[in-house]
């Protein structure tokens, strides 16, 4: 009986040492940052100021970017977010979006968050940068002002081609956040899985 104690009180201390991780109250209120639900009302995203950083695509359309810091009650974790959002006049729906930027490419399995209004498609794509895609991240923190080249494809084949610019102090900034409330400190594999990255 003692032992079974000590056992549940091991597991209890655990458990609360993983939920406490991450100071999510400290994030949330970082001078200038913006917090709000995210679609589907499960995920807080904690945005930090200066966005969205403006892209230029192939084609007809617009791309921006995000970078947020997202936190995932289903997984337990808050994770970096680069969300890549386009404006189309026609629905691309990819399901893979390459990102290559420092001699690397990084693809990853993507779903869209897709909305319409008058004829105009909204597609956003979420992009955690974790496990394999963690060195993007640190890339981008050193780089001067070098675009990330961005390929998105389809599975009919379609594809739409673009680039953005995240300004290295501006990711330096979030990154120096995430680290002092406790972020690189988390097991993030779970996260992994919400968009599953290869590294080439």
Do not use: W
């Amino acid at each position: 009986m003692k032992k079974m104690m000590l056992t549940l009180i091991a597991l209890l201390l655990l458990t609360s040492v993983a939920q406490a991780e991450v100071d999510l109250q400290a994030l949330e209120q970082t001078p200038g940052y913006t917090v709000f639900t995210d679609v589907g009302g499960v995920n807080t995203v904690v945005r930090p100021p200066n966005q969205p950083f403006l892209g230029t695509m192939s084609g007809d359309g617009s791309l921006i970017a995000y970078l947020d810091l997202v936190e995932l009650p289903d997984h337990n974790a808050v994770a970096p977010r680069l969300t890549i959002a386009l404006e189309l006049s026609d629905r691309l729906n990819a399901d893979t979006v390459t990102l290559r930027f420092g001699g690397s490419a990084y693809c990853f399995a993507a779903t869209p968050v897709i909305s319409d209004y008058d004829m105009t498609y909204y597609e956003d794509y979420g992009l955690y940068l974790v496990g394999a895609a963690q060195p993007l991240m640190q890339a981008l923190v050193h780089a001067s002002g070098d675009l990330i080249d961005v390929l998105l494809t389809a599975e009919d084949g379609a594809a739409l081609e673009g680039s953005v610019s995240l300004p290295a102090d501006e990711v330096a900034a979030i990154l120096a956040r995430y680290e002092e409330v406790g972020g690189t400190a988390q097991d993030l594999s779970g996260v992994e899985a919400v968009t599953p990255v290869e590294a080439r």
